[in-house]
């Protein structure tokens, strides 16, 4: 009788390891040398700004979340990838390098910090599909999705949601106040008791607070597997 060999399948796992290794590598050497003038302009602002301070912890922590998800699932390469996932995730990283490159210089220089941080992010999670695949790449989504809370907010929208907040905060500590009896006039964000003045600061308006408790918030549902809840609030 005749016996068939059958192919040996020990090593497809090792392919696929360096085929993965070797695309993480190119990929991250391509961002890293494409959008390394905006890692340095986005940490000027986390450095001087502190609404932005948080954006030096984000990376760490999307660092931290891939590592306990590489642990626990064991990802693999799809042998293909569907043509859905390969135009979609093309589509992502073609938009993203393109308006880094041409749309993001056109603009003016204090503003290019938030749109260019967008690329950035837009253009990892189009890498994200094209090495991983569609099942991979959905499994790893919300945690690469955390990356927007690193990109600094344009100055432009963060003064006048820092001045809502402050009238916010003016209105509720007069309301309160009056509450308990206290003699209290509110004149913008200045409150005007009996012998002394109080005045809400900016840094008092909550702005900064509300920006990293979301972002914890979302944090937490990634580790805790709630990935659908923690997009949404992504």
């Known amino acids: 009788s005749t016996v068939t060999a059958l192919p040996d399948r020990t090593a497809e796992p090792a392919a696929l390891s360096i085929r993965l290794w070797l695309l ?51 990802p693999h390469l799809p042998e293909v990838i569907p043509r859905v996932t390969l135009v979609t995730g093309g589509l992502s990283v073609l938009t993203g390098v393109l308006f880094h490159l041409y749309l993001v210089p056109a603009l003016e220089p204090g503003i290019t910090v938030f749109p260019d941080g967008l690329c950035f992010v837009v253009t990892v999670l189009g890498l994200l599909l094209l090495v991983a695949g569609p099942v991979t790449g959905k499994d790893y989504l919300p945690t690469f999705l955390l990356l927007f809370f690193m990109v600094p907010l344009p100055l432009s929208w963060q003064q006048p949601g820092a001045d809502l907040l402050q009238q916010i905060v003016a209105w509720t500590s007069e309301i309160s106040l009056w509450t308990l009896g206290q003699t209290v006039y509110r004149e913008g964000y200045v409150l005007h008791l009996p012998g002394t003045v109080l005045e809400v600061a900016e840094g008092c308006s909550g702005l900064r607070q509300l920006v990293v408790f979301i972002g914890i918030g979302a944090f937490f549902g990634v580790h805790s597997g709630n990935a659908r809840q923690a997009t949404c609030l992504i």
């Open 24 to 74: 993480l590598a190119t990929s991250v050497t391509g961002i890293v040398g494409l959008f390394w003038n905006t890692g340095r302009t986005a940490m000027l602002r986390w450095d001087v700004d502190p609404a932005s301070s948080h954006g030096y912890v984000v990376p760490l922590a999307v660092g931290y979340l891939v590592w306990q998800r590489w642990q626990t699932t064991r």
